[in-house]
């Protein structure tokens, strides 16, 4: 079990971590603090890197100039929801936002934040994730939350989810079944099944409004994706 205690120490910082504190305008020595923590040092997963944190923010800052939040809280959040690197394919998995949320709590604190602001930031860390299943309370939670999925759905989600396929070493899809037909949908078997199964259905549990106007855009290009994807590989009956 991975612990989250006074003793966590970040990552060393590199030219890319302190460029990208630049883009948290306003509150840039918050997240060349936070930054060093950021992703998990024993992770190798590409689909949760700095580069999602980068996308993440990205969507997040666009959702809380229209809805308004708490933007400090909002940052540490965002840099800190992946902090804990767990498989998609642990058992553990479902815990991921819960330990994410008890390490970002212990680096807060370091850092003096009260505990009622580090409980904020834990909520939204916590809620954030699709598998944990946690409703969300509070404004930022929510826009956490909304700002992550956007990043699984769209051409970038397209991209992540063929991403994590190969690392679990899943196959593009079903040859005797693309449409998962005649059998259940087995997403970690095939990648495609990813979309019935989890993608194509993020886009109708959006707690923002603006969070959901982004979200309607981006499952359009998803679902053109999986419709023309399938047009290329089904046998057409004629």
């Not at 950021?38 to 996308?55: F, M, N």
């Not at 603006?210 to 855009?217: I, N």
Request: hydrophobic residues 45%; aromatic residues 8%; negative net charge.
């Amino acid at each position: 079990m991975i612990q989250a205690d006074s003793n966590t120490q970040p990552h060393p910082t590199s030219d890319a971590v302190q460029g990208f504190s630049q883009q948290f305008v306003g509150y840039e020595a918050l997240a060349a603090q936070l930054l060093p923590w950021a992703v998990d040092a024993k992770s190798t997963d590409g689909a949760h890197d700095l580069a999602h944190i980068a996308r993440v923010w990205m969507n997040a800052k666009r959702i809380a100039e229209v809805e308004g939040a708490d933007l400090e809280v909002l940052v540490a959040a965002v840099i800190l929801h992946d902090c804990v690197a767990v498989e998609k394919s642990s058992p553990l998995r479902s815990q991921a936002s819960h330990l994410a949320a008890e390490r970002a709590t212990a680096i807060l604190t370091g850092l003096g934040w009260c505990k009622d602001r580090c409980a904020l930031v834990a909520h939204a860390i916590e809620a954030h994730s699709f598998s944990a299943g946690i409703a969300p309370q509070t404004q930022e939670a929510c826009i956490v939350q909304d700002a992550d999925r956007l990043d699984a759905i769209g051409l970038i989600g397209v991209a992540r989810c063929f991403y994590t396929a190969g690392r679990m070493q899943s196959q593009l899809y079903d040859v005797a079944d693309p449409k998962a037909v005649q059998r259940e949908l087995q997403d970690k078997a095939f990648a495609l099944d990813h979309f019935p199964s989890k993608l194509l259905k993020l886009s109708e549990n959006f707690r923002t409004g603006h969070g959901a106007a982004l979200a309607k855009q981006r499952h359009r290009l998803l679902k053109d994706f999986y419709d023309g994807f399938l047009s290329e590989v089904v046998i057409p009956h004629f």
